[in-house]
């Protein structure tokens, strides 16, 4: 039987927050609205987390800004309750993006708020969110202690629900480790209590669980992957359901015998047409709800597929993609994708790309076992100490068993002198490496500089081409109509005379325009006097395709920034309309204290961003956030419009 990578899917959380209620109608939505326009702030505010709940799965930029909306009125209102509740708004958005750092961010601020209120249960809540974060994050440790302390309080509350939502993040987290055994375990005491309630949803989520951690009993694992596609189907949440028919194709593909010898055709080509059609569903399912982490699931399953079906050349395809989808972050992913790909290329005879991606997962695996040996190594050295303790205490109450105690130290002593010597290996590989980073650092700099200096070039530029053509040409036409203008006193001329001088001065009047108009784009003048809100508006006020919104702090910025910021959108927005063909333009800009976020969406045209055919505008765009420490996401698709985020943090 043909042996490839091990399959592993990610366990689905049970936290409350992630929960998602798909059955709210669309007239709710209208009545929810409609308070926004009209209630009172804090019915506003109410409304606005609704409006963020529902939009979270369906338009992730408008529920993005039904938050910030929530937030910008909890903070004028000075609600600490509403703040916290937007924060939490703004955790759940950030996680559906796969933005973990941001949504860790979030939720953890929305818990020094429950705890400074004293509201325990809010407090428990956010300890379980920041839980399944730590996951995602390669902080399987943390994340249990998180899920310990709420743990505690649930069952200190008598809330078994949520007890049973510790628990099954917990399973989650012991999973993450490989820790099967004590994931079984966790996940067995959660589906007493679910089945107890009556909770369907997280009783499908256990059984589900339970189907990923089966590890070689692959009979139980279909059996469970079904169940919790049966339990779902009967919710109707088909998030869970896609991701449920996901595990149970992970399990019935490593049960597949596809050599010719030993394999049985006509249950691998049954087998062949239930994976397929699961698949299948699961993908209408993700295009559905827009769901990404999904597409990737769907996507990495389909390799796998591939591979154990023997179509070797489209197994190479989608890995190849796959690669390029994984987080850079998450070790077990990336080396998944890596794997899938070398075997795909050795069974297309690609030998040169196989032993290339070989090198590179090997040195994945070299980093990860280095990682491995320092935690052994730290829990040798207790295990060293606590020893040495019990022989000492050994050698005061029985002297008979001095010798013992002596070969124990030398062994103790030799320990201590390997342990020294790693250390020093360990100290110099360290050292290394951080030379190496210094070194990256500083190119890094030095690069970040000379765009700068670009920046900063281009924008003196633009300001002394637009000074000299006000003050100097613009001066000079208008002298030049004045002067023709006087001329035309006490002369007369014939009527076709007199249509030709009115159409030259004409002329000179649409040519000074044009000239301030030219001047006005390389810098405006309201730029530098107003500050970014009014140029924008200006400039937006003369698209009728363009609408533009302003949120947050309206203070002024550094110049250059807010330079930066307005030659940015400028260029979005010229893209859009002249290579997009796009009809309405939504420009958005949000800005706090510590940072400022601005958006460029359009329906028009859009492309595919993973092409690599980026024209000369957007990439000087990403030189000039690049120059700034910024972000810049692309979320397009070919027929479904274009959205461009840039986020921009700096010191006050």
Not at 78 to 104: E, F, H, P, V, W
Not at 435 to 450: G, I, P, R, S, T
Not at 611 to 620: A, D
Request: net charge negative; glycine share 6%.
């Amino acid at each position: 039987m043909k042996q490839y990578p091990s399959l592993r899917l990610t366990v689905l959380s049970a936290a409350t927050w992630l929960l998602f209620n798909f059955s709210m109608q669309a007239q709710n939505i209208d009545s929810l609205e409609n308070v926004v326009k009209t209630g009172t702030p804090e019915m506003q505010m109410k409304a606005l987390s609704q409006l963020t709940t529902f939009y979270q799965y369906n338009d992730v930029p408008k529920a993005m800004e039904c938050a910030w909306k929530e937030k910008n009125i909890a903070d004028k209102e000075k609600n600490r309750t509403c703040q916290a509740i937007a924060l939490n708004d703004l955790g759940d958005i950030y996680y559906t993006r796969k933005m973990i750092d941001s949504a860790l961010y979030y939720i953890k601020a929305a818990s020094v708020i429950w705890e400074e209120l004293d509201n325990r249960q809010k407090l428990a809540d956010s300890w379980a969110d920041m839980g399944c974060m730590l996951i995602l994050l390669d902080r399987p440790d943390e994340a249990i202690e998180n899920n310990r302390k709420a743990l505690e309080y649930y069952q200190h509350a008598g809330n078994e629900g949520k007890t049973a939502i510790a628990l099954t993040n917990i399973a989650n987290a012991y999973s993450y480790m490989g820790n099967n055994e004590k994931a079984e375990q966790y996940t067995l005491q959660a589906i007493t209590i679910e089945e107890k309630l009556g909770d369907k949803v997280n009783l499908g989520i256990s059984y589900y669980n339970l189907s990923t951690n089966c590890g070689e009993k692959t009979k139980e694992g279909i059996e469970y992957g079904e169940k919790s596609v049966a339990i779902f189907r009967e919710t109707g949440n088909i998030y869970y359901i896609g991701m449920a028919l996901i595990r149970v194709c992970r399990v019935i593909l490593s049960t597949i015998d596809v050599d010719p010898a030993t394999a049985d055709n006509k249950i691998t080509a049954a087998l062949k047409t239930k994976v397929s059609a699961y698949l299948s569903e699961a993908s209408t399912i993700a295009d559905k709800i827009n769901n990404e982490d999904m597409k990737y699931e769907i996507l990495f399953s389909q390799t796998y597929s591939e591979l154990v079906f023997a179509n070797y050349k489209k197994a190479k395809s989608l890995a190849e993609n796959l690669l390029a989808a994984t987080d850079t972050t998450n070790k077990f992913n990336r080396q998944a994708a890596y794997e899938l790909l070398i075997y795909s290329l050795i069974r297309t005879n690609d030998s040169d790309k196989a032993v290339d991606y070989f090198s590179k997962y090997h040195t994945l695996i070299e980093n990860a076992k280095q990682e491995e040996w320092t935690q052994k190594f730290s829990e040798m050295e207790v295990k060293y100490e606590t020893e040495k303790k019990e022989l000492q205490i050994t050698a005061l109450e029985k002297e008979k068993r001095l010798m013992t105690g002596l070969s124990i130290a030398g062994g103790a002593i030799l320990l201590l002198a390997l342990a020294a010597f790693f250390f020093l290996w360990r100290w110099t590989v360290q050292k290394r490496q951080l030379a190496e980073q210094q070194v990256k650092q500083l190119e890094k700099e030095k690069q970040l500089v000379a765009t700068q200096a670009v920046l900063d070039g281009e924008t003196r530029e633009r300001a002394r081409i637009a000074r000299d053509l006000h003050d100097g040409l613009g001066s000079m036409m208008t002298g030049a109509k004045l002067n023709l203008l006087e001329m035309k006193k006490g002369v007369k001329l014939e009527h076709a005379d007199v249509e030709r001088f009115n159409r030259s001065v004409g002329l000179l009047d649409d040519s000074i325009q044009e000239m301030r108009r030219v001047a006005h784009h390389l810098m405006p003048d309201s730029l530098s006097r107003f500050g970014l809100r009014p140029a924008m508006s200006d400039f937006c006020g003369t698209l009728p395709s363009v609408l533009f919104a302003y949120y947050g702090d309206e203070s002024r910025l550094d110049p250059k920034l807010e330079v930066m910021i307005y030659r940015s959108i400028h260029e979005l927005v010229n893209n859009a309309l002249k290579h997009a063909g796009a009809d309405k333009i939504m420009v958005q800009i949000i800005q706090e204290p510590d940072r400022i976020a601005f958006a460029v969406q359009d329906d028009g045209c859009g492309f595919d961003p993973s092409s690599g055919t980026e024209g000369m505008g957007l990439q000087n765009i990403r030189n000039r956030v690049a120059s700034y420490n910024g972000m810049l996401d692309i979320y397009s698709k070919a027929g479904e419009g274009t959205e461009i985020n840039v986020e921009l943090t700096f010191d006050n």
